[in-house]
Nanobody, 122 residues
Framework: QVHLVESGGGLVHPGGSLRLSCAAS????????VSWFRQGPGKERQFVAA????????FYSDSVKGRFTVSRDNAKNMAYLQMNSLIPEDTAVYYC???????????????WGQGTQVTVSS
């Protein structure tokens, strides 16, 4: 069983940056793909980004491509989502998730964190 905890959310002005962290414990994190999802107010949970178990493959939704960067450090059991050029539409609860393979569906991953709030507002 893998336990995931996100951190790093907060309030940021448009154009600003945040880095979300996902700390893993238990299980074999280094063998799992990690995905980031978000759920905005009144919206469905949506895929944001993902990274393969070895960090070689990354995937992004069109809405964040070029602004967000996903990374991981298996030695520290950590994954990260660097978010730049934030816009109000990025406001959401952000979740990290993990599974044997990259899963794009909003509820397909086996392991989920509790989420961290990101608010982009002036």
């Amino acid at each position: 069983q893998v336990h995931l905890v996100e951190s790093g959310g907060g309030l940021v002005h448009p154009g600003g940056s945040l880095r979300l962290s996902c700390a893993a414990s238990g299980g074999t994190f280094s063998r799992l793909a990690v995905s980031w999802f978000r759920q905005g107010p009144g919206k469905e949970r949506q895929f944001v980004a993902a990274i393969g178990w070895d960090g070689r493959s990354t995937f992004y939704s069109d809405s964040v491509k070029g602004r967000f960067t996903v990374s991981r450090d298996n030695a520290k059991n950590m994954a990260y989502l660097q978010m730049n050029s934030l816009i109000p539409e990025d406001t959401a609860v952000y979740y990290c998730a993990a599974d044997v393979h990259v899963r794009y569906g909003p509820y397909e991953n086996d392991y989920w964190g509790q989420g961290t709030q990101v608010t982009v507002s002036s």
